[in-house]
């Protein structure tokens, strides 16, 4: 059933993308700005994207849906979507100068609206332009200034904008303003075109991220920390799933970087150092497992939950659930080792670390060159992994222990995908799975 899953093994039965486009252009023109880790080529990214729609339709058989795609076709079929999508488009776009200008262009752009395709106003959801006009003196001698003023460069990574739960859709609040319009273009995406009720909408002061989200069938794990908040929290208690339990990880600052300069960019959300192989099998790095500290909610039914007596670690709990725990370096798991996509019950499709420790460790030198006390013991450890990774020849997923569990395992290269700060898992909406 579309928009329902139960477990993070259950088989991938429908998937929704986003090729990322002009936006990142915008947004590689400034990366640290974006959100992004480091400079890449979006034109290598966006074959990299392709090879992953690929791999998951003739690989794995996964029907693949495009964010835009589908917006684009169903606004050609029917009528009243395109009216939506212009009347989308229109909240974002602003005009601000002259004022005798701005009232002309706003009527232009409603009188001009039906010679524009679907397209343009797509375009106007993803980049968020602001026209500014100043009249000077002469025939139509305008000056004008088009600014993008908060591209939607991160809507790629098309986990964060929802999750998707065993009673369906919750939309998110994004904690970072620069992302917080894309939720407009995602709930556009499911209640409007494809008309998939929502089970709940985040509202503020809640701020919850998509890739802190992960189900296992009887209970349901959600990060909580930099980008997620306890007012989250506190509204998704209040809401009547399936799940028996939800266990509340909260993320541990680094115990490599400074205390007194955390960077919690490291491990932003759960599945950046947690994730889940198969329906006994969990990756993770064990030193920020164990640094989790949790609190568990046991369901009482009606929306009522009932918070469990003392405190637990990520670690000792998927401990106590029969989980085995394969254990990923420091070096792996900031190269977006944990970051894979499980196809089904002992399948995923895994990020190759090997492609990615290189330029992990140039950026992690550079940091340390602007920040010698916080980051030196990092870049230590991780210069350290690498040699071990390079000497045994175990770089993520080529490792003892995923064979060990029967896990099978394609590697796949994201080179400069994850250079925006995500992998494979990141970059795709699960939006149904189960039997096939």
Same mark, same amino acid.
Request: glycine content about 6%; overall charge neutral.
């Given at each position: ?5 139960? @477990? ?7 998937? $929704? ?10 947004? #590689? ?10 400079? $890449?080529?979006?034109?290598? @990214? ?22 835009? !795609? ?18 989308? @488009?229109?909240?974002? #776009? ?7 200008? *701005? ?8 009188? =001009?609206?039906? %010679? %524009?395709? &679907? ?7 993803? /980049? ?16 004008? &200034? ?7 460069? =991160? ?54 991220? !998509? ?9 349901? #794990? ?9 007012? @989250? /929290? ?22 490599? *970087? ?24 969990? *990756? ?11 609190? *568990? ?17 990520? %670690? ?14 420091? #070096? ?23 492609? /990615? ?17 916080? %980051?030196?013991k990092l870049l230590a450890q991780a210069e350290k992994d690498y040699e071990y990774l390079k000497n045994s020849g175990q770089f993520f997923p080529h490792k003892t222990d995923i064979y060990k569990y029967g896990i099978d395992v394609y590697p796949i290269n994201l080179r400069n995908c994850t250079g925006g700060y995500g992998g494979a898992h990141c970059m795709t909406c699960a939006f149904s799975r189960g039997f096939l």
């Open positions: 059933m579309d928009g329902i899953v139960k @477990a993070e093994w259950d088989p991938l039965t429908k998937v $929704f993308v986003h090729k990322p486009g002009m936006e990142m252009f915008l947004g #590689l023109l400034e990366p640290y700005g974006s959100l992004y880790e480091r400079a $890449f080529s979006r034109f290598a @990214a966006r074959n990299e994207h392709e090879m992953l729609v690929r791999i998951l339709k003739q690989e794995f058989k996964v029907p693949v849906s495009h964010l835009k !795609g589908t917006i684009l076709e169903e606004a050609e079929k029917r009528p009243k979507v395109r009216q939506q999508l212009i009347e989308q @488009a229109k909240l974002v #776009l602003d005009y601000v100068g002259d004022k005798k200008f *701005v009232e002309m262009a706003q009527r232009e752009f409603d009188r =001009n609206c039906k %010679y %524009y395709d &679907n397209n343009h106003f797509f375009n106007i959801m993803l /980049i968020h332009p602001l026209i500014e006009a100043e009249r000077k003196k002469g025939t139509r001698n305008i000056s004008l &200034n088009i600014i993008q003023r908060q591209p939607l460069a =991160n809507l790629y990574f098309m986990r964060d904008q929802q999750f998707v739960t065993d009673r369906g859709i919750v939309i998110c609040r994004l904690a970072k303003p620069s992302r917080r319009l894309e939720t407009q273009v995602t709930k556009f995406l499911w209640e409007d075109v494809l008309g998939v009720p929502i089970l709940h909408e985040m509202k503020a002061p809640a701020t919850i991220e !998509g890739g802190e989200f992960i189900p296992f069938g009887k209970f349901a #794990l959600v990060g909580i920390g930099d980008r997620t908040n306890q007012a @989250a /929290i506190d509204q998704l208690t209040g809401i009547e799933f399936g799940f028996e339990e939800l266990g509340v990880v909260h993320q541990p600052p680094h115990p490599l *970087v400074s205390a007194t300069q955390p960077d919690p960019m490291i491990n932003m959300h759960l599945d950046t150092y947690f994730n889940v192989a198969a329906s006994d099998v969990v *990756v993770g790095c064990e030193v920020l497992l164990k640094k989790a500290k949790m609190e *568990v909610y046991h369901h009482q039914g009606d929306g009522e939950w009932e918070k469990e007596k003392g405190s637990t670690n990520l %670690y000792d709990y998927m401990k106590r659930k029969g989980f085995h725990i394969i254990d990923i370096t420091t #070096l792996e798991q900031m190269s977006y080792a944990s970051n894979f996509l499980c196809i089904k019950d002992r399948k995923i499709l895994a990020i190759q670390t090997e492609a /990615i420790v290189g330029d992990v460790l140039k950026n992690l030198r550079a940091s340390k060159r602007q920040n010698p006390k916080r %980051y030196s």
